[in-house]
């Protein structure tokens, strides 16, 4: 089989100081990239920062024969997320792909979650997607090339006790990704996610058995992809644990066009208008396709 190379090409991966972000690093540099590795260096939960983590991943590419860069900027600020892009610039000359990856927990019960614990894990997560990938979108429109890699999770796209602030940001992830992918395409951008489950300081002591067999390079081989000029899909979901690969979609019902739409009509179709025939549902590829379905099921009903 043909090696995947990302030769030349220059990746941006925020948070790649360790866990899944360094494994990100080292997979694309091995495979040619010119790596700016960002890292804020705090802890889990945010607090705190130091400029060694992202140096020392630097370093290991270096010993390795790569190229890379480091930056510890917080991706949580608009000037920290040009700071970040604007380091890829000054060291290579361009940016050609962005791993998004850079996160917090904050975990708490829903009805005792304050306006700190929500307002840090939007802004990393969330808010900090957007003040990365623009200056980098921007650029990778200029040059008609890009690909972008950002991380989602299962706890926001199917559901987690304890983490709205997360879950929701993590949504939210998937929701710029299809935005990204339809404005991306006509100028050679690619927008992908990623829902990993690996083991990290993230997830210690919570995967059970599957710990061992869900390490950080169990997932970078699909980002390598995502992010190589090769890639052929766009504004894709992916699960991703331990070797293990699938698509998350998000597809809808054939639903039911009710002749008298009333909550009492309703309450008695309820069950009808949520099931899932096999071979029968939709899977719009955006705003516009659903809008299609609703207006030929709305034309063949009347
Ligand atoms: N490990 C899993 O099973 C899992 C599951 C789903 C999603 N994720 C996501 O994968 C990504 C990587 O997580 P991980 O498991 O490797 O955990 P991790 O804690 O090892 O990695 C996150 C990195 O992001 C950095 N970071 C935090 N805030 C930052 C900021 N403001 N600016 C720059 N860097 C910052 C941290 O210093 C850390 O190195 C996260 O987005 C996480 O939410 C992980």
Same mark, same amino acid.
């Given at each position: 089989?043909?090696?995947?190379?990302?030769?030349?090409?220059?990746?941006? %991966?925020?948070?790649?100081?360790?866990?899944?972000?360094?494994?990100?690093?080292?997979?694309? *540099?091995?495979?040619?990239?010119?790596?700016?590795?960002?890292?804020?260096?705090?802890?889990?939960?945010?607090?705190?920062?130091?400029?060694?983590?992202?140096?020392?991943?630097?370093?290991?590419?270096?010993?390795?024969?790569?190229?890379?860069?480091?930056?510890?900027?917080?991706?949580?600020?608009?000037?920290?997320?040009?700071?970040?892009?604007?380091?890829?610039?000054? *060291? !290579?000359?361009?940016?050609?792909?962005?791993?998004?990856?850079?996160? %917090?927990?904050?975990?708490?019960?829903?009805?005792?979650?304050?306006?700190?614990? %929500?307002?840090?894990?939007?802004?990393? #997560?969330?808010?900090?997607?957007?003040?990365?990938?623009?200056?980098?979108?921007?650029?990778?429109?200029?040059?008609?090339?890009?690909?972008?890699?950002?991380?989602?999770?299962?706890?926001?796209?199917?559901?987690?006790?304890?983490?709205?602030?997360?879950?929701?940001?993590?949504?939210?992830?998937?929701?710029?990704?299809?935005?990204?992918?339809?404005?991306?395409?006509?100028?050679?951008?690619?927008?992908? +996610?990623?829902?990993?489950?690996?083991?990290?300081?993230?997830?210690?002591?919570?995967?059970?058995?599957?710990?061992?067999?869900?390490?950080?390079?169990?997932?970078?081989?699909?980002? +390598?992809?995502? *992010?190589?000029?090769?890639?052929?899909?766009?504004?894709?979901?992916?699960?991703?644990?331990?070797?293990?690969?699938?698509?998350? !979609? %998000?597809?809808?019902?054939?639903?039911?066009?009710?002749?008298?739409?009333?909550?009492?009509?309703?309450? +008695?179709?309820?069950?009808?208008?949520?099931?899932?025939?096999?071979?029968? !549902? #939709?899977?719009?590829?955006?705003?516009? +396709?659903?809008?299609?379905?609703?207006?030929?099921?709305?034309?063949? *009903?009347?």
């Amino acid at each position: 089989m043909q090696e995947l190379r990302l030769d030349g090409r220059v990746a941006v %991966i925020t948070g790649a100081g360790g866990g899944l972000g360094r494994s990100h690093a080292l997979e694309l *540099a091995r495979r040619g990239a010119y790596v700016v590795v960002n890292d804020l260096g705090g802890a889990l939960d945010g607090q705190g920062s130091s400029a060694s983590a992202a140096q020392h991943v630097a370093d290991e590419i270096t010993a390795l024969g790569g190229v890379a860069v480091a930056n510890h900027d917080s991706v949580a600020t608009l000037e920290g997320g040009e700071a970040i892009v604007q380091t890829a610039i000054d *060291a !290579f000359g361009r940016v050609d792909v962005l791993i998004n990856n850079a996160g %917090i927990l904050r975990d708490k019960a829903f009805h005792k979650m304050d306006a700190d614990l %929500i307002n840090q894990v939007i802004d990393v #997560h969330l808010k900090g997607a957007f003040f990365v990938t623009q200056p980098a979108f921007r650029r990778m429109r200029e040059q008609r090339y890009g690909r972008i890699v950002s991380t989602s999770s299962a706890s926001g796209l199917f559901g987690n006790f304890g983490q709205a602030n997360y879950g929701a940001a993590k949504a939210g992830l998937a929701g710029l990704t299809r935005v990204l992918a339809i404005e991306g395409a006509e100028h050679g951008i690619a927008a992908n +996610a990623i829902a990993p489950i690996a083991r990290t300081r993230m997830t210690e002591g919570i995967l059970g058995e599957l710990s061992p067999r869900v390490s950080p390079g169990s997932v970078s081989p699909l980002v +390598a992809y995502l *992010a190589s000029e090769e890639c052929s899909v766009n504004g894709h979901i992916y699960s991703v644990a331990g070797g293990r690969i699938a698509r998350i !979609f %998000i597809g809808e019902t054939e639903g039911m066009v009710l002749l008298e739409n009333s909550a009492e009509a309703i309450r +008695a179709h309820i069950g009808a208008i949520g099931e899932v025939v096999t071979t029968s !549902f #939709h899977e719009p590829s955006s705003l516009d +396709a659903e809008t299609t379905i609703i207006a030929k099921a709305l034309t063949d *009903a009347a």
